[in-house]
């Protein structure tokens, strides 16, 4: 069974960070590319970053340079560092197995990041 457990989100000013965390089952987590998505009020969910399980990481243009993707293999968790957050970036933001594409179609309950002043 897939479980996915995102925290981390909140509201937070333009300019300001957080740091997104997700909880992974061990069983797809140990071999498998880790990859956040987002999705907004209104819109489809879209990509937002991938790490391989090599540590090899892939960013959307709309938030390269701003955010880090991260893992944490002996704790089965996923992190997306976000900075210099604008108010675009309010969304609902899930992980999932895969680099680009989710592997899964079951999604975890997603974190909701906030960005207003």
């Known amino acids: 069974q897939v479980q996915l457990v995102e925290s981390g989100g909140g509201l937070v000013q333009p300019g300001g960070s957080l740091r997104l965390s997700c909880a992974v089952s061990?069983?797809?987590?140990?071999?498998?590319?880790m990859g956040w998505y987002r999705r907004a009020p209104g819109k489809q969910r879209e990509w937002v970053a991938g790490?391989?399980?090599?540590?090899?990481?892939r960013y959307a243009d709309s938030v390269k340079g701003r955010s880090t993707i991260s893992r944490d293999n002996a704790k089965n968790t996923v992190y997306l560092q976000m900075n210099s957050l604008k108010p675009e970036d309010t969304a609902v933001y899930y992980c999932n197995a895969g680099f680009v594409i989710p592997m899964y179609d079951q999604w975890g309950q997603g974190t909701q990041v906030t960005v207003s002043s």
């Open positions: 061990g069983s797809i987590f140990s071999h498998n590319a």
């Open positions: 790490i391989t399980s090599a540590g090899t990481t």
